[in-house]
């Protein structure tokens, strides 16, 4: 009998939930299984894998394939990183010990790994969370050419920012028509009262 490391979907539609499940290879997706070892919600970010790494390596050195997405799972896992090293000590490399010292290592850094992106994703839904409600006001972006910082830097010589500031002014000025213009007329010095 072929045996099958697979995924078996559970759930409602459009929210699919799955169980990893030991089954016979002739048997249907959602069917009879011998022994359910695990389960995967891809819903979750990031994706939540609850897997029994002892039942599922029990599993691969009886022979059970797995399929491809289930392969993936079980290398992020570290199940096939402990079938490597305990292929290594078979064959005479490493002692048990240090297998299986190498194998816990490798699990703790993997583990840290993850909850550090469980932690960042849970302060992104926060800040998000925030920003709608109106806690936290996004900053304005504005794009300052390089003469304009230059000028306001205090690095410039005096005379070279104010011909910036007179650019800038300029450019930022509407532009008239070719309309005449009118000269303006002196102030006529006026008598005041006192």
Known sequence: MAVKIRLARKGRKKKPFYHIVVADARSPRDGKFIEKIGSYNPLTVPATIDLDRDKAFDWLKKGAQPTDTVNAMLKFKGVLYRKHLMRGV????????KAMEMYNDWIEKKEAKIANRVEEERKRKEEF????????????????????????????EPAAAEEVVEEVAEAAAPETTDAP??????????PTAE
């Open 181 to 190: 213009e009118t000269p303006e007329a002196p102030a006529e010095d006026a």
């Open 129 to 156: 969370w925030k920003k709608v409600s109106g806690e936290i006001k996004a900053a304005p972006t504005k794009e300052i050419d390089e003469a304009t910082k230059e000028a306001f830097s205090g690095d410039a």
């Open 90 to 97: 078979a064959k005479g490399a490493l002692t048990e010990e």
